[in-house]
């Protein structure tokens, strides 16, 4: 793909969160519902948090242009392979004062809260959930996937709350109802695009060399009359998470509180989350390269055996012909691939040429494993293709150790109107939830956008 395709990939898809954000900001003004209004705001929220890293990614891309146009070609080094990054049973323990827990006194306060989560450019939103001061934690059932992610990435985890309004009404937007969502849009691409840039900006924070910030504190601003009925949300807290924190199982991850007592959509927040954090390399979950291969077996340099090779994950499995690797047949020889094997080349005498040693340990031992291939070439690209293997392994580290699973849960899940304690849930079996069944209002406010403004291209 060329710099022009790309660029035209990144425009089109600010061009479709341009859209996305004046559907969103226009049915905002016409919700007649306090949750139709929530998740709008939502919504409006998460186009201006893509738009920006969007634009930050079509800012590097330019840069790179530049330096290339200039002579300056970008490094050749290594890079390891992409993977998976997946976060699931996001909780957030909640430290109310006992006489409102326990005594159940003070005004009750509701609030809509929801996460955002940002690696890179991909960009995710939980379901919202109401919290009020009978619940002990913040529970999100959303199972949240991330393509395409290096090992260096960072997962920003933002949590934003809403204080909300008992007596929301939108009687008085009965009559601008009709205008709001007939109005045509009466403008050029680039109009809309600087318009989105600078209500993202807003919130965003830019950085003094020029790009966009991850930070975003409020919800995008509308007109005065607006703001003074829709609900706004505000960071709450928020972390980073990095490979370190990949790990099987649920783990407990520091939060940055970003909001003081006396805000109003302040919540008591213990300071910290639970989650399960786990990584997919791509290096683990898919076949690197096969071919026939011949391999030494024992001591004997005449005693050689054809196989075909298949390289995958921690093993190259060495079976009898393709039809067995088909078949799933037991391998005839494993050879352990790991992120301290050291793959070399050297001559294998007059009759094999070059020969490929793999030193690995197995058992508890050292073991080196000596291959040829039918042609030079072969050997090049299986010793380049073993060497890549190694350096992903020790680059995605932990996550190389075993292939993690990756549990593929609803994510607009209907949820319960009580939530247990985690205490009590990580303690003692969950028991059915009580209360009323909140409708899926994400799935009816996404319908209502594409139904405004259809896609383009």
Not at 365 to 377: F, G, K, Q, S, W
Request: proline content about 5%.
């Amino acid at each position: 793909m060329n710099d022009n395709t790309q660029d035209e990939e990144v425009l089109k898809q600010i061009e479709r969160e341009v859209r996305m954000q004046e559907g969103a900001s226009k049915l905002l003004a016409a919700c007649s519902r306090r949750e139709q209004a929530l998740e709008a705001s939502k919504s409006l929220l998460t186009c201006n948090a893509r738009i920006l890293a969007l634009l930050s990614q079509l800012q590097g891309m330019r840069k790179a242009q530049i330096l290339q146009r200039a002579g300056r070609r970008p490094s050749e080094d290594k890079v390891p392979c992409l993977g998976k990054v997946a976060l699931s049973d996001l909780r957030i323990p909640l430290m109310w004062k006992d006489s409102e827990y326990f005594k159940n006194k003070g005004e009750l306060h509701r609030y809509a809260v929801f996460c955002l989560l940002q690696c890179g450019t991909e960009i995710h939103n939980t379901d919202l959930v109401m919290v009020d001061r009978t619940l002990t934690d913040i529970c999100f059932e959303d199972s949240l996937i991330f393509n395409e992610v290096g090992p260096g990435f960072q997962l920003r985890v933002e949590l934003y709350s809403s204080c909300v309004v008992e007596d929301f009404s939108s009687g008085a937007l009965g009559p601008r109802r009709v205008s709001c969502l007939g109005g045509s849009l009466g403008c050029s691409s680039g109009k809309r695009i600087r318009a989105a840039f600078e209500s993202a900006a807003f919130c965003g924070s830019i950085s003094s060399g020029g790009g966009f910030g991850p930070v975003r504190s409020a919800s995008p601003p509308l007109s005065p009359y607006l703001s003074t009925l829709r609900p706004k949300f505000n960071l709450l807290a928020h972390t980073t998470l990095r490979l370190e924190h990949v790990q099987e199982g649920f783990k407990t991850h520091d939060l940055s509180v970003a909001a003081t007592e006396d805000s109003p959509f302040w919540l008591p927040l213990y300071g910290n989350m639970c989650c399960r954090l786990v990584a997919q390399p791509l290096c683990m979950i898919q076949p690197v390269i096969s071919g026939q291969l011949k391999v030494k077996l024992g001591e004997d340099l005449n005693c050689w055996k054809n196989v075909y090779g298949t390289l995958r994950g921690q093993s190259l499995l060495c079976y009898q012909s393709p039809d067995n690797l088909e078949s799933e047949d037991k391998p005839l020889l494993v050879i352990p691939i790991k992120k301290d094997t050291l793959v070399c080349v050297s001559d294998g005498g007059p009759v094999h040429c070059k020969s490929i040693y793999v030193s690995t340990q197995h058992q508890g031992e050292d073991v080196t494993y000596m291959l040829t291939t039918p042609a030079p070439e072969d050997t090049q690209c299986w010793t380049e293709t073993l060497w890549q293997q190694v350096y992903n392994m020790s680059q995605w580290k932990q996550c190389c150790n075993h292939l993690m699973k990756i549990e593929k849960l609803n994510s607009r899940k209907l949820m319960t109107g009580k939530q247990g304690s985690l205490y009590h849930e990580i303690v003692t079996p969950s028991s059915p939830g009580e209360g009323l069944v909140a409708p899926d209002l994400s799935a009816e406010i996404r319908t209502l956008l594409s139904s405004y403004y259809k896609e383009s291209y």
